[in-house]
């Protein structure tokens, strides 16, 4: 299927591995510009590379920074020529009992996975609505649904966010213009991210790597963890022409973990 976004551009954000780049990949291939951004500039040189090779017929920029501050944003935007796809992403919390969490840590949720997917969406959507189309998608998490005791610093910011834009996608102003805002809610995909807390939680417990990652996988009626490139294939089709009509969702990647009707 053609996309029908060839030519546009793309700021995804931390996007040199896992989800982000999977989304940055799916992109690339139906021939979208990209700005990619992360914290390391090693791997964001690689993954870069990768893109560029993914196609050669697209400008592939990587821009070295933290997307939580104000100057990561700044540089990540100033880098894009313009913005018709905007990929809100960042590291998630540290999980965590929440009598040890202060505010300081609370305030740090927030900017990564509220705050900062909220100011992007604000420095770019009133110009997508005058173009006549934008594609908002924000990477939050399955916790957003099925909430996970440990991970309260997640299930509290990324519900803050998914609020806030339900209101937000519903303003004709926007959806009237053609700009789309939808939330992709990964359940466990084999990434960086899904190797280290099942370490974490490992550790903790005093158990072997190996029956932990069994025991996550055994709950996926699945029987697999996702892949990053299958995040990427739904996250280019809903930032597609013929996604217009998808609006304030929450889409739920999980493998069937996710036991409700709705
Ligand atoms: P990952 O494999 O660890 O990749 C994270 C990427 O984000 C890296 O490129 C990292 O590069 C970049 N990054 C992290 N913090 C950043 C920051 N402040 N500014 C710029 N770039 C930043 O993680 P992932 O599995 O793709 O997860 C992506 C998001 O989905 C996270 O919020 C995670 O909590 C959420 N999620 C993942 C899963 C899963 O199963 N994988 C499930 C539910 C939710 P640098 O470190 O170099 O900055």
Redesign the pocket.
């Given at each position: 299927m053609n996309l029908g976004i060839e030519g546009r551009w793309a700021l995804v954000?931390?996007?040199?591995?896992?989800?982000?780049?999977g989304c940055a990949r799916a992109l690339v291939a139906d021939g979208v510009n990209v700005v990619i951004?992360?914290?390391?500039q090693e791997?964001?040189e690689v993954t870069a590379a990768e893109l560029r090779a993914v196609n050669p017929s697209v400008t592939v920029k990587s821009v070295a920074?933290?997307?939580?501050t104000e100057a990561?944003r700044a540089a990540a935007l100033a880098a894009c020529p313009q913005v018709d796809i905007l990929v809100n992403?960042?590291?998630?919390p540290p999980p965590g009992d929440f009598r040890d969490w202060d505010r300081n840590a609370w305030l740090a949720a927030l900017d990564?996975?509220m705050l900062t997917p909220i100011e992007l969406i604000k420095a770019t959507v009133d110009a997508m609505a005058e173009r006549g189309f934008g594609r908002i998608v924000n990477?939050?998490?399955?916790?957003v649904k099925s909430p996970i005791d440990v991970l309260g610093l997640?299930n509290g910011a990324r519900s803050g966010l998914t609020g806030f834009v339900a209101g937000l996608a519903r303003k004709p102003d926007l959806a009237g213009r053609n700009v789309t805002i939808n939330n992709m809610l990964?359940?466990?995909?084999d990434?960086?991210?899904?190797h280290?807390s099942t370490q974490s939680t490992a550790n903790a417990g005093g158990r072997d790597y190996q029956s932990v990652l069994d025991a996550k996988r055994g709950g996926i009626p699945a029987g697999r963890?996702?892949s990053?490139d299958e995040f990427g294939a739904l996250c280019a089709f809903v930032c597609s022409a013929h996604a217009g009509y998808l609006t304030g969702q929450n889409l739920l990647l999980d493998g069937g973990a996710y036991p409700g009707t709705f």
């Open positions: 954000c931390a996007a040199s591995k896992g989800l982000g780049k951004t992360a914290r390391g791997a964001l920074g933290d997307i939580t990561g992403n960042a590291g998630g990564a996975n990477i939050t998490s399955g916790a997640s990964p359940g466990l995909f990434t960086d991210r899904l280290a963890f996702g990053a």
